[in-house]
């Protein structure tokens, strides 16, 4: 069983704040990694995609991966309210052909006024 | 537009009554998947499908059938549900490997009273 770690939450910043949410991953041979956003009742939307270390941004949105550490995060600048949501933290399967997907639990963002 | 297409969205019925949720994409995606998800467990794989006739389980698939007898539809069919079936399902495809993003179809809300 492939295990993907996220703080639960809720993470709770102020408008215009960084806010910072973590993942980690158990297996080893994971090769990518993606952030989804999901707001409340709705699907999850990919935010984000990252599959070497370092860092990749995307407008407010970066994601930082770390594999010796198989750590991964997502930053996100200048919160708005509008980015109040769950984040998912999603890591693929060791087999490159097979595409499963393993999710975290997901961490509750909530950003005030 | 590329969409992943679920059918009810909502429904509730009684223990033992089939049902059948369809999924259908437009994507020409080999790679599809059902989850549940519940508060506090996050998004769970239940089946999952690299292409025809080609399926497999996921972490919880007690109680579910699937099929996958053409490449763009996918449907769960629940043959006996049960009230710990009450949950959020999502259907979700993709292109196959392991760096390809999965879109999700906007989920299905299902009661079993």
């Known amino acids: 069983q492939k295990e993907v770690e996220q703080n639960s939450g809720p993470l709770s910043v102020p408008e215009g704040a960084i806010a910072s949410l973590n993942c980690t991953y158990s297996?080893?041979?994971?090769?990518?990694f993606f952030w989804y956003r999901q707001y409340s009742g709705k699907s999850p939307e990919l935010i984000m995609s990252?599959?070497?270390?370092g860092d990749k941004e995307d407008g407010r949105f970066t994601a930082q991966l770390n594999k010796a550490s198989q750590y991964v995060s997502l930053l996100i600048r200048d919160s708005q309210p509008s980015d109040s949501a769950t984040y998912l933290c999603?890591?693929?399967?060791?087999?490159?052909?097979?595409?499963?997907?393993?999710f975290g639990r997901g961490t509750q963002l909530t950003v005030w006024p | 537009e590329a969409q992943v297409t679920q059918n009810p969205r909502y429904l509730i019925t009684v223990t033992g009554k089939k049902l059948t949720v369809t999924c259908s994409q437009n994507?020409?995606?080999?790679?599809m998947s059902w989850y549940r998800q519940d508060p506090g467990l996050g998004l769970r794989q239940i089946y999952y499908?690299?292409?025809?006739?080609?399926?497999d389980k996921g972490d919880v698939p007690e109680g579910y059938k699937v099929s996958r007898k053409e490449k763009r539809n996918f449907p769960l069919i629940l043959e006996s549900p049960s009230p710990n079936q009450t949950s959020l399902y999502f259907c979700?495809?993709?292109?196959?490997?392991?760096?390809?993003?999965?879109?999700f179809g906007d989920g299905t809300r299902l009661s079993i009273l």
């Open positions: 994507m020409n995606h080999e790679y």
């Open positions: 297996d080893r041979g994971s090769q990518s």
């Open positions: 499908s690299m292409n025809v006739e080609v399926t």
């Open positions: 990252i599959y070497s270390n």
């Open positions: 999603a890591v693929t399967d060791r087999g490159s052909t097979l595409g499963r997907l393993y």
């Open positions: 979700a495809s993709s292109n196959r490997g392991s760096n390809q993003p999965q879109h």
